[in-house]
């Protein structure tokens, strides 16, 4: 985990942000972005799955595999940690019910990934307002027949505008972000601790993506880095620690040419 002092991070939100064509260097903040190679997405969904991290270095590729949507206090069947929100997991809808958050991830089949708002999303050429119960069920059919997987979070930048106002008394711990930019899609993460507005600045000064939304963090922070066949540990739960999450976000990454 990166400890840094918050004091520097500010000064994120006044740098020249990305041009459109730049692809982005990695950094301590950036530390995925799809347009470094063949890049695919895709989610695990736990414990059914625990056992693809054991074979994690297979193919030998570089991946990136952090928790994705929230996990709630409730559990599924079988006492199974149960997704906070809307999750659809390749084909198969694990928590039909809407939670109040905006901010919708789709992953296809094919590796593709998309952000989106819960009242204006695109989905096979139709639009749908997930607050209405026949859109939202209408949509859930159609993503599960397609296989794709769809998890809900909290949005803080919507086409490239703030979605989120500072609040007194706001908590700070590292944040996480999964952006989209015109270049693709990727994993933003703050130095130090900082409250979801200032890590909202903070993306939008530097990257200016187009949509941005909060992965799970703090005690549910799981970060598994795999760069030329070696396993760093990235986040502060163990590499089988997974007990208590209920998914995570695996991003791979295939060097072109």
Request: hydrophobic letters at 45%; aromatic letters at 6%; one cysteine or more.
């Amino acid at each position: 985990m990166i400890k840094l002092a918050w004091a520097a991070l500010p000064a994120l939100a006044f740098l020249a942000p990305l041009s459109a064509s730049a692809c982005p260097e990695k950094s301590e903040r950036i530390l995925f972005h799809s347009c470094w190679g063949e890049a695919r997405a895709s989610s695990l969904l736990l414990p059914e799955e625990g056992s693809a991290l054991a074979r994690a270095m297979d193919p030998p590729v570089e991946q990136l595999i952090v928790t994705g949507g929230y996990t709630g206090k409730d559990a599924r069947e079988e006492a199974r940690p149960n997704p906070v929100g809307m999750f659809i997991h390749k084909g198969t809808v694990v928590n039909p019910t809407l939670a109040r958050m905006d901010g919708v991830a789709i992953l296809s089949p094919e590796g593709t990934l998309s952000i989106q708002h819960r009242g204006d999303l695109s989905f096979q050429g139709i639009r749908f307002d997930l607050g209405a119960l026949d859109q939202r069920q209408s949509f859930q059919r159609r993503a599960a027949k397609a296989g794709a997987s769809v998890f809900q979070s909290h949005l803080l930048i919507v086409d490239g505008a703030l979605d989120v106002r500072p609040r007194d008394g706001a908590p700070e711990a590292v944040r996480r972000l999964l952006f989209t930019d015109d270049r693709g899609f990727g994993i933003y993460q703050t130095e130090g601790a900082v409250t979801l507005y200032d890590a909202a600045r903070a993306i939008e000064g530097e990257i200016a993506p187009a949509m941005a939304l909060n992965l799970d963090m703090g005690s549910f922070d799981y970060c598994l880095a795999i760069r030329g066949g070696v396993a760093q540990n990235c986040g502060v739960l163990g590499r089988q620690a997974t007990q208590k999450l209920s998914n995570l976000l695996v991003l791979q990454l295939e060097p072109r040419g």
